[in-house]
């Protein structure tokens, strides 16, 4: 880590949700993520967990390894700025804590299957007994009115049922795969973070609250589909999957010492980059002279543009490009992204001190609000941190 350590220590909230209560009762990624990214902006946010797990918690505080052996790498990324209480909502004492906290909350927020919550009194109903005005998001894998109701779903499941999968073996003519990432997971949080805003706004004009339903299934499906309907838009026989996109030569260029992505856009920057490159011609080519006819025609432009790439080193690429105003960047190995120039020089990421954690790094958040900006006010807890200030009796846990 860098010698510029920053102390976490808790502070006012100073972003534009600063006053706004959420009561999250999510784990793991997607609701984590959606919560967070409402810490940061200010929010007041209550972790529940229950210590009656197998390790206590949030199962993701212990994947990974942690000196603490409770805060695990991809817990602390999803964990800042939130509260840690531990209750058992099955026990009187838990019931009667959980309910004196959501009396006062904006939001209840959690992806826990709804059948289990009504067992325990947690649904819609019962807590807008408790608090008319509740804006109450369950995240769920699929849609209430489906078929698929009752089926679990995870980041693996709805990759494959979504059509993502498919994308891969539309690209290679072989297998599907999975992506190398969380990322439906990680979409969903996104719309469950932008529903809990819109219901909070909706609360904020009429004070009305409302039951919000983020299924994951139906949410990172629209987000494939947007570009990936394609040919099945309008009635016809055309093809799914958009087709520069799905092309298998869509991919980082080889240059002689590196990798580069090279993104000519319009017109002239097309034509410049061939004339660069020592292929004047190319582009009076009729099947890349105009955009719909660059768009039929993907896989041989992008096989010339590798032959091009292969011309110069990255750093060369670079200044040239640059210089002709070009879209591009140089690719970066997943450890060099840690020392790239752009991220150092805007503090994204944070060399970070707390007790009882120690040296550890975060994130900073990436959305700059000039009113009302974010700020890391309290690091990821500890299970239980924070239950001294639960209402009531304290936990015996």
Known sequence: MSESIWT????????????????DMSSVVMGPLATVLMADMGADVIKVENRGSTHGGDMMRYAGQSPTGDLGPIFMALNRNKKSVTIDGRDPQGKAQLHALLAEADVFFHNIRMAGMERLGLGYEDIKRINPAIVYVHCCGYGADGPYANRQAYDDLVQAASGWADLYARRSGGPPSYTPSLVADKTVGLFATNATLAALVHKERTGQGQFVSVPMFECFTWFNMVENLYGQTFPGDGKLGYSRSINPRRRPYPTKDGFIAIVPYVDRQWERFFEIGGRPGVFQDP???????????????????EEV?????????????????????????MAQVLEDPHLVATGFFIDAEAPGIGRYRTLSHPVAFTGSPVNQRLAPQRLGAQDSELPLAANDG
């Open 287 to 305: 099947r890349f002279s105009t955009y719909t006819e660059r768009t039929k025609h993907t896989g041989e432009l992008y096989a010339i543009i």
């Open 309 to 333: 790439a292969a011309t110069k080193t990255t750093d060369e690429w670079v200044d040239l490009l640059e210089q002709e105003n070009i879209p591009a960047m140089r690719f970066n190995p």
């Open 8 to 23: 976490i220590s808790e502070t006012a909230a100073t972003g534009p949700l600063a006053g706004i209560k959420i009561l």
